[in-house]
Structures are given as structure tokens and as C-alpha cells.
């Protein structure tokens, strides 16, 4: 943990006394790599953190929303997308000696769990997983969005109604052949 990046908080003034509570209200720069292939938080970029941090006894429950600007493209049409998004946060912090007994006491998934270094936390996992678990899967520029044309690339929503192409199955073009060649004696005879 890097105590000088902006996703770590103190917990000092929160000490180990239940019941202490302290907001946060930060707006810091998005971490790098926050998003997915086709939608994304730009790094650096603003993200909004309102939050409350609570000490409780098994150490300090963070919640509250972030909120991030998204960019990246339609999953159709390839558009360009400028979008928000605002996701829950919560997730409790445990005390190293809290974790520790939980391990000791055989609780297979406690080795994962988030500690405290010593006061202070880090948020930025658990920004990480609330922002890219929320992210679209296929994002879209609007829910009805016409995609691209498959036989000219063009953006079906800037062609024309009815817009389509003329394409014979090639399974006809062997009789669509014998037609010309029909139409082509009728040409020479008259």
C-alpha cells in the first residue's frame, strides 16, 4: 500500500472505539486500467467519493457511492461513449488481530478478507471491484441502437429505411447462369 496515494484513507481519529464514524467526501484521480476492452473510467480522471467510515468491532465498514465519468465505444456501432456511472460501496476492514483469530479459527476465505494497515485502508480494490462489476458487458449508445450494415460496414441508424443489398444464394447462381446464357440465345436469334 502506497500511504500517498489518494485511495488510502486514515482511520486515526476513528481509534477502536464502535460507533465512531467519520464521511468522506473526496473527489481523486481514477486509478489506471479501471474498465474493461470496450468501456473504461479514464485514468487520472475524476472520481467522486462519498463515503462513511464506521469503526465496528471487527474493524472499520466503509459505504457509501463513488461516482466515475465512462468512456469507450458501442459494442454495434462502434460510436464513441461519454456515459456516468454511480455504484455502492461496502466493504468492512478487517483489524489485522481480528483477521488473524478468524484464520486461526479455520475460516478458509479469511486470508482474502481487506485489512487495515494499521490505520490506514485502501480503497482502491474495493472502488476497482464495485466500478468494473458495474460496467456494462456490451455497452450500447442507446438501447435500440440499428448496429452496422454487414454487407457494406455502413451505421444501419445513417442509411436510409429499407436500406439492403441484392445478393443471390449461391446455391441459385448455377441456375442464375444457365438464365443468362438462355437470355443471351434469345439476343442472338432475333
Known amino acids: 500500500m502506497v500511504a500517498r496515494s489518494p485511495l488510502v484513507v486514515s482511520t486515526h481519529e476513528l481509534g477502536r472505539r464502535p460507533g465512531a464514524m467519520r464521511t468522506l467526501d473526496a473527489v481523486v484521480p481514477a486509478p489506471d486500467d479501471l474498465g474493461t476492452e470496450v468501456v473504461r473510467v479514464p ?7 462519498d463515503l462513511r467510515l ?13 461516482r466515475a465519468s465512462l468512456s469507450g465505444e458501442c459494442v454495434r456501432c462502434l460510436r464513441d461513449i461519454d456515459d456516468e456511472l454511480t455504484v455502492d460501496i461496502s466493504e468492512l476492514y ?3 488481530d481480528r483477521k488473524r483469530s478468524l484464520v486461526d479459527e479455520g475460516d478458509e476465505e479469511a486470508e482474502e478478507l481487506p485489512t487495515l ?25 442507446r438501447p435500440d441502437c440499428g448496429g452496422l450494415c454487414p454487407v457494406c460496414g ?15 444464394d449461391p ?14 440465345k434469345r439476343d442472338g436469334e432475333r
Do not use: I, K, N
Open 43 to 49: 485514468g487520472g480522471s475524476d472520481l467522486a467519493l
Open 54 to 66: 464506521e469503526a465496528v468491532m471487527d474493524g472499520v465498514l466503509v459505504t457509501g457511492t463513488a
Open 94 to 96: 478487517y483489524y489485522p
Open 117 to 141: 494497515e494499521g490505520e490506514l485502508l485502501d480503497l482502491e480494490p474495493t472502488v476497482r471491484d464495485a466500478v468494473v462489476l458495474a460496467l456494462p458487458f456490451q455497452p450500447l449508445c
Open 154 to 168: 455502413e451505421r444501419m441508424d445513417d442509411l436510409e429505411p429499407g436500406h439492403h443489398h441484392e445478393q443471390l
Open 171 to 184: 446455391r441459385w447462381s448455377a441456375l442464375g447462369a444457365l438464365l443468362e446464357q438462355e437470355g443471351e
